[in-house]
Every structure is written in C-alpha cells, then in structure tokens.
C-alpha cells in the first residue's frame, strides 16, 4: 500500500515478487486524507473505489474486509 506522500508498506502476506523488478504485483494507492476515512470508518472502500480516489491492482486489490481500523 502505497499513501502518498507518507510512505509505502507491504501489509499482506503474497506471491514474491521478483527480486529485479521494483514494482510488487499488488498494488494499491491513495491519497492520506482517503486512508484516514477509510481506517475511521467514515467511508467505505466500495464509495472510495467507485469516486476513483482509490488505484489498486492485483489479486489483493479490495482490502473492505480490513476496515476499518478502528
């Protein structure tokens, strides 16, 4: 998960990625302000996903069943 500009985390355990290639197969990016509603609650990934404040890509690219946090 990638929250630009704060930083980049591998969060889940999943396929090993090459170790040449810099990019992971799973890939997901959001803006700081979408991670904090999501993590609170005050959206859903569904809403942020559909508005496109949400950029994800491979085969975990719906965390919904983590959120929120709190």
């Given amino acids: 998960m990638r929250v630009a500009p704060w930083g980049a985390i591998k969060i889940l355990d999943g396929p090993a990625s090459d170790p040449?290639?810099?990019?992971?197969p799973d890939v997901i990016e959001l803006k700081p302000d979408v991670w904090?509603?999501?993590?609170?609650?005050i959206t859903t990934w569904?809403?942020?996903?559909?508005?496109?404040?949400?950029?994800?890509v491979g085969e975990r690219d719906d965390l919904s069943g983590l959120l929120p946090l709190v």
């Fill in 20 to 24: 040449h290639n810099l990019t992971p």
């Fill in 46 to 56: 569904a809403e942020e996903k559909q508005a496109g404040r949400i950029s994800a």
């Fill in 36 to 41: 904090l509603r999501l993590a609170c609650g």
